[in-house]
């Protein structure tokens, strides 16, 4: 009930199109849905970030779209850039004191240029 | 700028001999993470401090520790490194506790087992 399930795998995009990855979840308790970002070699940063009381937030190309009653949340990358190719984790954590964050398996995309 | 700083940023140890990696921030944050991750894999939370509050996760081995003597610093002790702990060992921060608070991570230590 804790897990967070994540898709697909790898992705492979070409640039210029949209790339969409998708999370689900089993734990209702969740109310705060962030994704991270990680590029080689590097730390995950926090990209965006959701709590369900909105349906979709957007910051720039990506948006998150959020479905409460699916328990099904994705990530949608516009105008795929080659800078865009990391690793996007999807999490999922309660909004109170000392409770860690849950993540997916992680999604590898690559961006043809 | 703030930030989260980890050194070494690779290690190479031998099976069983003990190694400490270190952790700083600059952020001021009261709460800091050691998560590992290994290949294609998501990060997996070891322990974190609540300030001087240690909390360990139920599956993390007793061959790992932490240590925080002050605010800024944070080291992760493996007592005897298996072939398993291979794997990058990542620092993150926080300003307190609260799922909803942004996660800050270093840029990670690879450790490697010979």
């Known amino acids: 009930q804790q897990q967070v399930k994540q898709s697909p795998q790898s992705l492979i995009v070409q640039k210029g199109g949209i790339s969409i990855i998708n999370c689900a979840y089993e734990n209702t308790a969740f109310d705060y849905f962030p994704w991270y970002q990680q590029f080689p070699g590097k730390g995950p940063a926090l990209l965006i970030a959701?709590?369900?009381?909105?349906s979709e937030k957007k910051e720039g190309r990506f948006t998150i779209s959020f479905n409460k009653s699916a328990k099904q949340f994705s990530l949608h990358i516009m105008d795929s850039q080659p800078g865009d190719s990391a690793t996007y984790f999807c999490?999922?954590?309660?909004?109170?004191?000392?409770?860690?964050?849950?993540f997916g398996k992680g999604t590898r995309l690559h961006i043809l240029p | 700028d703030a930030m989260v700083i980890q050194n070494p940023r690779y290690q190479v140890t031998q099976f069983g001999k003990p190694v400490t990696l270190s952790c700083s921030q600059t952020l001021n944050h009261n709460v800091m993470y050691w998560y590992q991750q290994k290949s294609s894999q998501a990060p997996k939370l070891l322990f974190h401090y609540y300030d001087k509050d240690f909390n360990n996760e139920a599956d993390t081995p007793d061959n790992f520790q932490s240590r925080r003597p002050n605010t800024s610093f944070c080291f992760l002790d493996i007592r005897s490194p298996g072939l398993g702990d291979a794997a990058m060992y990542l620092c993150?921060?926080?300003?307190?506790?609260?799922?909803?608070?942004?996660?800050?991570f270093g840029p990670g230590t690879r450790l490697t087992v010979l």
């Open positions: 993150a921060t926080s300003r307190d506790g609260a799922g909803g608070n942004e996660q800050f």
């Open positions: 959701i709590r369900p009381d909105v």
């Open positions: 999490a999922a954590s309660r909004l109170y004191r000392d409770d860690k964050i849950i």
